[in-house]
Structure formats: structure tokens, C-alpha cells
């Protein structure tokens, strides 16, 4: 059974790690309630990280930001990507990136292939997609943008497909979403796919057996295809996926948890592990809409959806209330 199939972890913030007793603290906490993994930004996984994970008894997994301005806060601009509209409007906290560039695509395989040879113990792909800020976009009654309609991916679609298409952004957005939707969405997967089998290879030359998992968007085939995240090829590279089910953020109820995985589960014969939200408080989301309040009775009946490996975000939502009832879950699954 791999890594990701039997995994409970939880994903704290790299800036609640700086504190060694504090963080001590949080993995005796995690621990003791059946936690096995702490997954933070990959940055942040120092020896000192992976030495204090290992003695409470955790692997630590760094998480891997691709085709985001997360990675880099200030990308080239033609990095950024546009809309049908032919431009693009910053959500929330959250820019996308574009994952044509040639140069920015190869600095990426080389950065995962260097992190591999780290002291984390697995790796994470994050923000592997077309850029997307799903969490409002993809919530019920919402209009999802996009993206992209840039030069660099215009041209590389054209060279690629043998369609030409304008050089207008509007003009190209009318074409590619209307006659030529299929050949633009089956590319894009493709493009994205690519990617995971480039970085995948890296990350195995490096290091091989190190479990390699990626973030997946939540949601029916056509989301999914808005983000080019086709799971069973991209399952022929990755050991497993981490769904991003925070149903409080989405606005959905806690049993879409267990019918979101279970769809993905049926697509790809790699695990999928259960990201279960823990909080919506304001001071963690830090102004950005995480939903309605999600206390710990609310917590507890989201957990009760999930049968298989799960994954907590994030960590420091987690309060006395909320570890009982995970630990509870870890009593159930040893019996």
C-alpha cells in the first residue's frame, strides 16, 4: 500500500513553523490524535523541520507552488494570464500563471528535481492547472472564467494542434470556446499532463521512491477540465491526489465531501486523499472568503464522511474539540 493510500496528515501554514516549541507542541498534538504526515510549503522543510517531525513519529511532505505567483510574487508579466475578455482580474490572494512558458516550465522541473534531494520525505504538486481561482469560482451559481488567451499560449496551441487562431484574445476566446472547444480543452489537458510527466521524471532521477502526490480541484469533469486536470492520465505519473474539499469554502454541504471523492476515486486507480476543512475563522483565511462558521460539531460530521486517507486544512484550525473527534476517527479505522 503506498504512502498517499494509508495517509492522515494535516497542512499547517510555513509561517505557524517558525516557533520549534510551538511546533513540538502541534506534532505531539497531531500524533497523539492519529496524524502521520505534515505537509507545508517545501521551502519550509528544513532539517530542523524534518527532525522534529520524525521524532513525534510524522513524515513531513513538502507542497510544490507550479504555475502560481505564489513561487514567485513577482512573475515576468507575460506570465500572467488572460481571460475572454482579454484581460485579468486578481481574486483574493490568488494569481495564476500560465503553463506554456518554455523557460518558467523548465525552472520548475529543475526547482522540483532540487527540492527532491531535500529533507522532505514526499512531495506535493500545487497549483499544477490553468489558472483558476476555483474556490469562488466554481461555487454554485458562479461563472468560472477562462484562461488563457495569452501569445504565448495562442502560439503554442497553433504550433501544436495545427489551428490557427487570431491574435486578439476576444477574437481567439470566441473561436477556441465555440468551434474549436474540443481540440483547445484536449490540449490543454495535454499541456498539463506534459508537465506532471516532465516533473515526475525529475523528481525520480533524483530520488527515486520518493512519493510524489499532487493537489487535484474539486468538482464534476467539466471543472475539472477548466483547470486541464485530467486524473486518470495525470495518475499515469503522480502515486496519489489530495482532492481540495473544503466544502465550507465552496459553499456545499458536508456529504459532497464523500460524493466528490468517490468520482474522482472511480476515474484513477491512485489513491485520493479526503482534504477535510477544518475552520472558516478569519484571522487563518486572512481575507479571504473561507465560507460560513464551521464549528467543531460541524467539523466532526464532515469527518464521519470520509472513508479513506485525509488530509486536514488547515492544522491550526484544529482545536481540543476537533482533535477528540479526529482521534475518534483513527479509533474507528484500527477497529
Request: hydrophobic share 45%; charged share 20%; glycine share 6%.
Amino acid at each position: 500500500m503506498s504512502a498517499l493510500a494509508r495517509m492522515r496528515a494535516m497542512y499547517a501554514f510555513d509561517r505557524s513553523l517558525t516557533d520549534p516549541d510551538a511546533t513540538d507542541r502541534l506534532l505531539d498534538r497531531a500524533a497523539a490524535a492519529g496524524i502521520t504526515i505534515l505537509i507545508t510549503k517545501a521551502a519550509a522543510v528544513t532539517p530542523a523541520l524534518a527532525d522534529a517531525c520524525h521524532r513525534a513519529g510524522l513524515s513531513v511532505y513538502g507542497s510544490i507552488a507550479c504555475f502560481s505567483d505564489h513561487a514567485d510574487p513577482r512573475p515576468r508579466e507575460d506570465l500572467r494570464p488572460v481571460d475572454e475578455h482579454g484581460g485579468w482580474t486578481a481574486m483574493e490572494w490568488y494569481t495564476g500563471l500560465i503553463p506554456t512558458d518554455p523557460d518558467h516550465v523548465q525552472a520548475l522541473v529543475r526547482r522540483c528535481a532540487d527540492l527532491a534531494t531535500g529533507p522532505a520525505d514526499g512531495l506535493v504538486l500545487d497549483f499544477l492547472r490553468w489558472p483558476l481561482h476555483w474556490e469562488l469560482e466554481l461555487r454554485p451559481g458562479a461563472t468560472p472564467r477562462s484562461a488563457s488567451f495569452d501569445p504565448v499560449t495562442l502560439t503554442s496551441f497553433t504550433r501544436a494542434t495545427g489551428h490557427p487562431v487570431p491574435a486578439d484574445p476576444r477574437e481567439a476566446a470566441r473561436l477556441l470556446l465555440g468551434p474549436l472547444y474540443e481540440p483547445w480543452h484536449t490540449w490543454r489537458e495535454q499541456v498539463i499532463t506534459d508537465v506532471t510527466a516532465g516533473i515526475a521524471a525529475a523528481v525520480r532521477a533524483a530520488r527515486p521512491g520518493l512519493p510524489l502526490g499532487m493537489f487535484l480541484v474539486p468538482g464534476d469533469a467539466w471543472q475539472r477540465r477548466l483547470v486541464g486536470q485530467d486524473i486518470a492520465a495525470l495518475g499515469q505519473h503522480v502515486d496519489g491526489f489530495l482532492a481540495m474539499t473544503y466544502h465550507a469554502i465552496l459553499h456545499q454541504p458536508p456529504s459532497w465531501v464523500a460524493r466528490t471523492v468517490a468520482d474522482l476515486a472511480a476515474r484513477t486507480t491512485r489513491p485520493v486523499v479526503t482534504m477535510v476543512q477544518t475552520t472558516t475563522d478569519p484571522a487563518l483565511a486572512r481575507g479571504a472568503d473561507w465560507g460560513d462558521r464551521l464549528d467543531a460539531d460541524a467539523f466532526a460530521q464532515t469527518l464521519a464522511e470520509v472513508d479513506g486517507p485525509l488530509c486536514l486544512f488547515p492544522a491550526e484550525g484544529m482545536d481540543d474539540p476537533r482533535w477528540r473527534a479526529l482521534a475518534a476517527t483513527d479509533r474507528r479505522s484500527l477497529s
